[in-house]
């Protein structure tokens, strides 16, 4: 069973940093993409970033140039880097690991980020 633990986030200014981390376990982390959505209240959960097992990386436009995803496959960890925070980031941002075809993928518990005005 693959398990995800989020951590890193929190409240923090406009125009401010933090830093996100996903530590997975129960299978072989190098060899899958991960992913990070998020969901703001009232509102549908979006997709935020993505990296391949190879560290290809895809992003939503609204926060390309100013989130990085990243992966430690040593640490089987993903981590995504938020800089230049808006008010409209806040949300709970949740970690995302996909499962073979036609089967449901697998989520952290979320971790919640406030960016204050």
């Known amino acids: 069973q693959v398990q995800l633990v989020e951590s890193g986030g929190g409240l923090v200014q406009a125009g401010g940093s933090l830093r996100l981390a996903c530590a997975a376990s129960?299978?072989?982390?190098?060899?899958?993409?991960m992913g990070w959505f998020r969901q703001a209240p009232g509102k549908e959960r979006e997709f935020v970033a993505a990296v391949t097992w190879g560290g290809s990386t895809d992003y939503a436009d609204f926060v390309k140039g100013r989130f990085t995803i990243s992966r430690d496959n040593a640490k089987s960890t993903v981590y995504l880097q938020m800089n230049s925070l808006k008010p409209e980031d806040t949300a709970v941002y949740y970690c995302y690991a996909p499962n073979a075809p036609g089967k449901q993928g697998y989520w952290g518990q979320g971790t919640q980020v406030t960016v204050s005005s």
């Open positions: 129960g299978r072989t982390f190098s060899t899958y993409a």
